[in-house]
């Protein structure tokens, strides 16, 4: 078949261009940087005691040239050898963590944009393990240097060839075996973020189904996709009411992950896998929020990322996965306000807005989820502004019915520097949700946004411990900002993978 010129043009695309660079890209942990093969050389600095060996300034040399070492900071040292010399300031030496070490390798990263072979020398890791310190480095160069440019003529990034890693007084094996971490979770995060960088006739809910078969193929994890028809024949009026006005199919694309050995709990992951949404009916209005929609299937893209990482970091849980893909589009088929849909399991629902879409995509998925008998569910979803203008782009909202599931989140939000916090699951608010003519009704009041859809999806759990992350906020960047780089974040798969990876069944107490 011969493809539109407007969709995949390059000869080699690929929906996942990241691949490719993250198979190119040697990381080592080494014993000394190879200095004279590498294009530039960082060197961590502390806001006290001596500078570190090599670097010839002095403290006041340094301060003189307005270098403090804060956090993130970095100054190049002028000289003639051909590798660069950076200062990359890493804050108060007591205060070291592994997102300090994630933030200064971006940072230097950042500093040095036309180095191909980079070394980067901590002279202390401080009270952080040494794989949790190589890992935090590795992602943080890694992901530094990602930028979305397939359908550039000329890239503008130089890609990476090769990371030395160079952690004094640190075991080496530790710091390898985190190496080989941190490229997994940087490269899951790369293809999160390809998948939600990709114009929207690009990707299609049938395109990611493909990829997703091509990623669970490489990866080791099952993929099963469902098409319209197999939509009907299983009751999801929800993901079919969003679809009926697209002229692209939808997919739900369900995923699997078996561990090698008897498995630890089971996890459900559910994904908004809204393509691009234009509201539907209720037409967003034209805005640079349009632009941005083609990443409402942010929560999709980092479910299925974070499959890709399972079977490489040994994951001992078993984990199922629903991706709930179409686009939400106006046409003379497109569901329209006051129409009811059915949601897999017979709950009726009153469209009150057609561009609060997400939770009547999710239903389903939900539904099935339970059914499926997980020990837990978390769910993530690009689904209200609400979330943006509460918690801004920093920090993702979270909600849940199980409190110890929601403790995990957290904690692997801190793990990871994925942050989320805590909003309450209001059951005053449910009434807003009673429709005259169905079970419930899409659309909640005008306050607390974020709250309402999240108990809307709270009806569709039944008793499974369920949380929830609304990461409308989080899902893209306006600017580089250390370690997220300009446009999709991939937020969420690092996040999940460490949920995932060791996951066993909460307990309510
Ligand atoms: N995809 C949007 C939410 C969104 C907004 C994501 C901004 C990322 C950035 C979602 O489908 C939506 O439109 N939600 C509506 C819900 C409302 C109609 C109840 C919203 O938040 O305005
Ligand atoms: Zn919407
Ligand atoms: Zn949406």
Redesign the pocket.
């Known amino acids: 078949m011969t493809r539109s010129p407007n969709k995949l043009v390059p000869a080699d695309f690929s929906a996942v261009p990241s691949l490719h660079v993250a198979d190119a890209v040697q990381v080592a942990v080494v014993d000394e940087l190879g200095a004279g093969a590498l294009d530039a050389i960082g060197v961590l600095v502390h806001t006290t005691g001596e500078s570190p060996a090599g670097i010839a300034m002095d403290r006041e040399a340094l301060a003189r040239a307005g270098f403090e070492a804060k956090p993130g900071s970095t100054l190049v040292l002028a000289g003639a050898e051909p590798t660069l010399l950076v200062v990359v300031g890493a804050g108060s030496a007591d205060e070291l963590t592994d997102a300090v070490l994630r933030d200064a390798a971006a940072a230097f990263v950042r500093a040095v944009p036309k180095a191909a072979r980079i070394g980067l020398r901590v002279t202390s890791v401080g009270s952080v393990d040494a794989a949790a310190a190589a890992k935090a480095l590795s992602e943080g160069v890694l992901l530094a240097r990602y930028r979305y440019d397939p359908l550039k003529a000329i890239a503008r990034e130089t890609p990476l060839a090769r990371v030395e890693l160079h952690l004094d007084g640190a075991d080496r094996a530790a710091a390898s075996a985190g190496v080989a971490e941190g490229r997994v979770t940087a490269r899951a995060t790369a293809i999160a973020r390809d998948l939600a960088n990709t114009p929207p006739s690009h990707l299609t809910a049938t395109d990611l189904a493909d990829v997703a078969a091509e990623l669970g193929e490489r990866f080791g994890f099952d993929v099963e996709s469902y098409d319209k028809q197999e939509l009907i024949d299983m009751g999801c009026g929800g993901l079919l009411g969003v679809n009926a006005g697209s002229a692209e199919e939808p997919r739900m694309i369900v995923l699997g992950y078996a561990p090698q050995g008897e498995s630890s709990g089971h996890l459900g992951l559910v994904g908004k896998g809204?393509m691009y949404?234009s509201?539907g009916i209720?037409l967003?209005p034209s805005d640079p929020?349009h632009l941005?929609?083609k990443?409402?299937m942010g929560g999709a893209a980092s479910v299925l990322a974070a499959f890709t990482a399972l079977r490489d970091l040994g994951a001992t849980a078993s984990v199922s996965g629903w991706l709930m893909c179409t686009d939400?589009m106006p046409s003379g088929a497109a569901y329209k306000l006051g129409d009811v849909l059915t949601a897999r399991g017979g709950t009726t629902v009153e469209v009150k807005?057609t561009?609060?879409?997400?939770r009547l995509a999710m239903m389903d998925g939900l539904v099935l989820a339970t059914e499926a008998g997980v020990d837990a569910i978390i769910d993530i979803a690009?689904?209200?502004?609400?979330a943006?203008m509460a918690l801004g782009p920093a920090t993702a909202a979270l909600f849940g019915t199980s409190q110890p599931l929601v403790d995990r989140v957290r904690a692997a939000a801190d793990a990871t520097d994925e942050p989320a916090w805590q909003l309450p699951l209001e059951r005053k608010y449910r009434k807003q949700l009673d429709s005259d003519v169905a079970d419930l009704s899409?659309?909640?009041g005008p306050y607390a946004?974020a709250a309402?859809?999240a108990l809307f999806l709270a009806e569709f759990v039944g008793e499974t411990p369920w949380a929830h992350l609304d990461i409308?906020?989080t899902?893209q960047s306006d600017a580089d900002d250390a370690w997220r780089s300009k446009g999709a974040t991939g937020y969420g798969a690092r996040m999940l993978i460490d949920v995932a990876r060791d996951f066993t069944p909460v307990t309510d107490g």
């Open positions: 809204i949404d509201g209720s967003k929020m941005l929609m990443m409402d939400n807005n561009d609060a879409e997400g690009t689904l209200t502004g609400a943006l899409n659309l909640g946004g309402t859809a409308a906020g899902m």
